[in-house]
Each structure stands twice: as structure tokens, then as C-alpha cells.
């Protein structure tokens, strides 16, 4: 061997030695830690080395001995929320990282695809409402994002790529749209630091986040094997779980918020067990306990200027059944801030801002807020009139008396619309009748690809799509 090699060899060698610790980037300078729990911290030191942690907020020392492929986990006591700041220190051997600046709050990781991922300074040709006056009056200490780096990959990843930020007129332009509006209204009604970490792409299906373990069950989804089979990027089989998610799973976080559903459309039937299986995986995976995920129903738009795929009212009713069956989720209902042209519909804060109000609600334990959509109760046939109940507390009201959106049908299967009748004083119930069907046995509402919402609960939330057959046509 070239002596010139076996030195470059060798100083290679030392160096390896003295670089005995290092953190992923998601341990980092102003970072956010969930309050009022164990957290965990990882790393990598020398094989056999003690490492050790030490705290602002505590007189504790936590210490580990890192394994023979040189990782580690620490798991350290977070105090209660608040604005000061904290730093941590990890030492092996002769080495020590500092991390400063940090806040003790509450943290959600967002995922998804693109109206998860969408920025609130807009894309090209597509704009959010109110983006301008939100980023000039963004600035806030309190409220910090890690946006994580795609990749799409067959093999596990230990780390993620991205940087923690503070919201300001100079970062917030970036941030996912649904993620801030979700923070910033968060963090005024808590009074805490809110640390959003987001991993999304646009056009990525449900089965790209899940493990190889969690899909092993769905004989009819394919898993890659090379990555030949990685021709869509996005859309994979576990390769986004691979490259954006594994490298975060174990960090502190309170919930999650979930923003999808589009791109599965085709596979409407068997999204809700998907659904499933991914967050009963994520919470083995993070090991931190039961944890919720709160999702948002996909907002109306013509999908048949695009494609062929399935009616897109079949996909809602998939989501809302995964709301009313699977414990630990909620789902904020968006069929009245749809755009029949734009699958990235502009109104985002009101996505964030219910997604707010369902975690106050749910998590937060303001369960006096009248925080959810009212839901469809139950019919009751009276010769030709159907008459409609809805579960909601305060009642249901139309908007501007615009009485649309009802179809009914009767054995035939034929639907028609329907006329509406309604009285404010007949505590939520809608009446409908059609000339065209005197014996009715079936009513949907807003069953369109397109439609927007015409009936809503007092609390302003609209009512979901819905019907009461289950005629697949």
C-alpha cells in the first residue's frame, strides 16, 4: 500500500476516534422539548464511552454507555412550560456539545402531502388568503418550526435533514401554511412555546409514511425491493417513512396533524384500515404512549378536470368513518373552503385554526368548546318526507338561507333534489321532500367531487358530506 494512502488511512482513523459524539439535527439550538415529560435524546459516541447529559432546568446528571455501533438514548425530565430559555450539555470523554436557546413547550409533528406542506407565502399562480398580513406580524419567539428535508429511500434513515427557526417576517414565508395558522393560535390560547415539526410532499399516498412492518398485512400494496420500484418519489411504498419519519420517531411530541387523502383516492375502501395501522404503528414506534391524530377531511375540488379516479365524496366518507370508529383521532370538516379550480385551496388559516380549536378541545381539555362539526344523526321517514337529525348542541343553521346540497331518492336508487324545509325552532331537524319521489328511503348531502357547504353548525363549522345508503354507483 502507497505510504501517501496508509497515512491519509491512518488520520482518518484518528480522527473517527476523536469525534466521539454527535447528535442528529433535529438536537439543536433552539430547539422545543415537550413539556412535563421524558424525552429522549440520541446520539452516536465511541463504542463502550460513557455519555452524559446534563440540564438547566434540573441538578440531575443522566448518563448512558453507548453500544457497540456507537448509538444511544438518553431519556431526560422536562419541566412545566414556559418562556425561559434552557440549554443541555452532552459530554464523552473529552467532548461537549451545548444546545442553547431552548424552549420547553408543546410539539406536533404535521405530515402529509401538498396542502400540508403548502408554504404561506404561496406557490406560483396559487396564493393563501391573508399570507401578507400573516408573515409582517409573524414575529414570535414562542412559536418555532423544523421543516424536514425530502427523501424518499428503501433503506431506514437514523436522522432527518432541516433547522430549527424562530417565526418571523424572514422565516414564516416557508413554514407550511396549515402548520403556522395551527401554532400561532395554539401558542395565544395556551400561553406556551409550540414547536411544529413538518414532514410532508406533495402527491404522496398514505402508504409512502408507513413501515415495511405496518404494510406487511395489505397483501394488495407491492413493496419495493430496489430502487427501480422507486419511480414515483412520493408515492412509494415506505419510502418516505424510510427518509422522513424514522429519523424523528422516539422525539417528544404531544400529537399529530395529518393532512392527506387525495392521492388515495382510488383506494377509498381500504384507507381507513391503512389509516389504522399507521398510527397504531407510529405510537409503538415513538414509544411515548398513546398519542392523537388529528386529520383534515380533504376539501372539495372538481377532480374530473384532472382524472377518473373515484367520487371524491366516497374518500370523505372514508375519513369521516376513521373520525366516528378509530379511538384518539378527530376530524376538522372542510367542505366549505374547497376551490372547484385549485386542489390547493387558499383559505389554509381556517384549516390551521380548526385543526387549533380540535386540540383544545380533545387534548387541551376545553371540552366546553363547541369545537367539532355537528354530525349526522339519524332519518325518520314519514310517508314522502324524510325528516333529518343532526348531533349537535347548539343546532344547525344554512347559510344565508341558501337551502342546497340535499338529494333524495327512493327505492329506485334515482336521487333528485330535494326541497328543504326548516325551522329554527324544531331543534335540529331537517325536512325533505321531493315531487319526484313519493316513497323515499335514501338522502346524501353534498355527494359531489365540488360542492360547497350550505349547511353548518352555530359555532360556524360546516357539516360533512354525508349520505345514508350505501349504494356503491
Known amino acids: 500500500m502507497h505510504k501517501i494512502t496508509i497515512f491519509i488511512l491512518v488520520i482518518s482513523f484518528s480522527i473517527s476516534l476523536s469525534a466521539q459524539i454527535s447528535l442528529p439535527r433535529l438536537f439543536a439550538d433552539g430547539m422545543v422539548l415537550q413539556q412535563q415529560t421524558d424525552v429522549a435524546v440520541w446520539g452516536k459516541a ?3 464511552q460513557k455519555v452524559e447529559i446534563l440540564v438547566s432546568w434540573s441538578d440531575t446528571t443522566y448518563l448512558n454507555i453507548a453500544s457497540k455501533d456507537s448509538t444511544w438514548q438518553i431519556k431526560i425530565k422536562t419541566p412545566e412550560a414556559s418562556y425561559e430559555k434552557h440549554n443541555l450539555t452532552v459530554s464523552s470523554g473529552k467532548e461537549m456539545q451545548s444546545l442553547n436557546h431552548i424552549l420547553i413547550g408543546e410539539v ?3 405530515s402529509g402531502q401538498s396542502n400540508m406542506a403548502f408554504p404561506l407565502r404561496g406557490a406560483p ?24 428535508q425530502q427523501l424518499s429511500t428503501l433503506e431506514e434513515q437514523d436522522e432527518v435533514q432541516g433547522i430549527w427557526q424562530i417565526a418571523s417576517p424572514n422565516t414564516t414565508g416557508s413554514f407550511s401554511a396549515v402548520a403556522y395558522f395551527f401554532a400561532r393560535k395554539l401558542q395565544k390560547t395556551l400561553n406556551v412555546p409550540i414547536g411544529i415539526i413538518v414532514s410532508a410532499w406533495g402527491g404522496s399516498r398514505i402508504e409512502a409514511w408507513m413501515s415495511k412492518e405496518s404494510l406487511t398485512p395489505f397483501r394488495f400494496i407491492k413493496l419495493p425491493e430496489n430502487e427501480e420500484d422507486n419511480k414515483v418519489k412520493m408515492q412509494t411504498p415506505t419510502v418516505l417513512f424510510n427518509g422522513m419519519l424514522n429519523g424523528i420517531t422516539g422525539y417528544g411530541i404531544k400529537g399529530v396533524l395529518w393532512y392527506q387523502g387525495e392521492s388515495n383516492r382510488d383506494i377509498y375502501k381500504q384507507y381507513p384500515d391503512l389509516f ?13 404512549g398513546d398519542f392523537p391524530i388529528y386529520f383534515a377531511q380533504i376539501a372539495p375540488f372538481a377532480y374530473e378536470n384532472m382524472d377518473k379516479a373515484p367520487h371524491s365524496a366516497l374518500m370523505r366518507e372514508a375519513q369521516l368513518k376513521i373520525a366516528s370508529k378509530q379511538p384518539n383521532t378527530g376530524m376538522v370538516v372542510l367542505l366549505d373552503v374547497g ?31 363547541e369545537y367539532q362539526s355537528p354530525q349526522y344523526k339519524s332519518i325518520e321517514i314519514k310517508q314522502d318526507k324524510i325528516l333529518v337529525s343532526f348531533d349537535s348542541p347548539m343546532g344547525v343553521a344554512f347559510n344565508e338561507n341558501e337551502r342546497t346540497g340535499f338529494e333524495i331518492a327512493g327505492s329506485d336508487k334515482k336521487f333528485y333534489p330535494a326541497e328543504v324545509q326548516f325551522d329554527v325552532h324544531f331543534d335540529n331537524v331537517v325536512t325533505l321532500t321531493s315531487e319526484k319521489v313519493s316513497e323515499p328511503v335514501a338522502i346524501r348531502y353534498g355527494w359531489k367531487n365540488y360542492f360547497k357547504a350550505t349547511l353548518f353548525g352555530t359555532n360556524g ?10 349504494w356503491d354507483n
Not at 125 to 148: H, K, M, P, T, W
Not at 276 to 284: F, R, S, T, V
Open 46 to 48: 465511541a463504542p463502550g
Open 108 to 110: 406536533w409533528l404535521c
Open 125 to 148: 399562480n396559487q396564493g393563501v388568503d391573508g399570507s401578507l398580513d400573516a408573515i409582517v406580524n409573524s414575529e414570535n419567539d414562542y412559536v418555532r418550526y423544523f421543516g424536514v
Open 276 to 288: 389504522k395501522a399507521m398510527h397504531n404503528d407510529w405510537i409503538k414506534r415513538w414509544d411515548i
Open 339 to 369: 376551490d372547484s379550480l385549485c386542489i390547493h385551496p387558499p383559505k389554509k388559516r381556517e384549516v390551521g385554526e380548526r385543526f387549533a380549536y380540535l386540540a383544545l378541545g380533545k387534548t387541551y381539555g376545553m371540552d366546553f368548546l
Open 461 to 470: 363549522l360546516p357539516v360533512s358530506s354525508f349520505r345514508t345508503d350505501s
